[in-house]
């Protein structure tokens, strides 16, 4: 278990629409990262965290934003979803900016129809 | 932008054979992290070098960093079955990048 919790575990919606998905970071870790991996794909780089404050992006669509909270848990909202969308998105933590080692959730598989 | 690039892509071996994944930066790095993705599972982290030149091992696995800290090699020792999955190298520059990858299939 590495910490870092991740809901829902999966979600399945239509072409479209507008989801939320949620990360609470491991105990004690101030970075927050999103990646999105796609079928048999490497991990892409969405945006990163750090302490509340985005600290790097990398090419995440403008469809999609996110936010980290006081609490540090973040958000990670897609809207206006297309098929293409369909992927697992990992959010990871670290204690850190960048050096550090990151901590993967398990991730939350998204499936648009 | 940074390009962080992983060979081979696939390789099978039969258990017992040795394993290398090679990794590749466009741009110098100020460390290099290595993850493992089991099949359906979440990218793990193994280990991290910071030094040029570094090597570290780990029980089978060996990992190198590159004297221009540009590239990294993983080296599994006599595969396993349970060596299976994706191997990512990392590598942080004003964001963490993840190498391509390389799937690693040990035949028993």
């Known amino acids: 278990d590495s910490g870092v919790t991740q809901t829902p575990k999966h979600l399945i919606t239509a072409t479209g629409q507008r989801v939320t998905l949620r990360c609470s970071p491991r105990?004690?870790?101030?970075?927050v990262y999103w990646y999105q991996q796609s079928l048999d794909q490497g991990l892409q780089f969405l945006i990163q965290?750090?302490?509340?404050?985005?600290?790097a992006k990398g090419n995440i669509l403008e469809r999609f934003s996110a936010q980290q909270f006081p609490d540090l848990h973040s958000e990670l909202n897609l809207s206006s979803l297309e098929l293409g969308d369909s992927a697992l998105y990992f959010c990871?933590?670290?204690?850190?900016?960048?050096?550090?080692?990151?901590?993967f959730g398990n991730g939350t598989r998204l499936t648009v129809t | 932008g940074q390009q962080v690039m992983q060979i081979p892509q696939y390789q099978h071996v039969q258990e017992g054979e040795d394993f290398t994944t090679y990794c590749n930066s466009s741009?110098?790095?100020?460390?290099i992290q290595w993850y493992k993705q089991r099949p359906g599972g979440h990218p793990v982290f193994l280990i991290q070098?910071?030094?040029?030149?570094e090597v570290k091992k780990q029980k089978r696995l060996t990992f190198q960093f590159g004297e221009a800290k540009k590239n990294s090699s993983l080296h599994i020792t006599a595969t396993q079955t349970t060596d299976v999955g994706t191997y990512f190298c990392?590598?942080?520059?004003?964001?963490?990048?993840f190498g391509t990858g390389t799937r690693l299939q040990v035949f028993p």
């Open positions: 965290y750090y302490n509340g404050e985005e600290r």
């Open positions: 070098l910071v030094k040029s030149g």
């Open positions: 741009t110098t790095l100020s460390n």
């Open positions: 105990s004690g870790d101030l970075s």
């Open positions: 990392a590598g942080p520059q004003d964001k963490l990048i």
């Open positions: 990871a933590s670290s204690v850190e900016d960048r050096l550090s080692p990151l901590h």
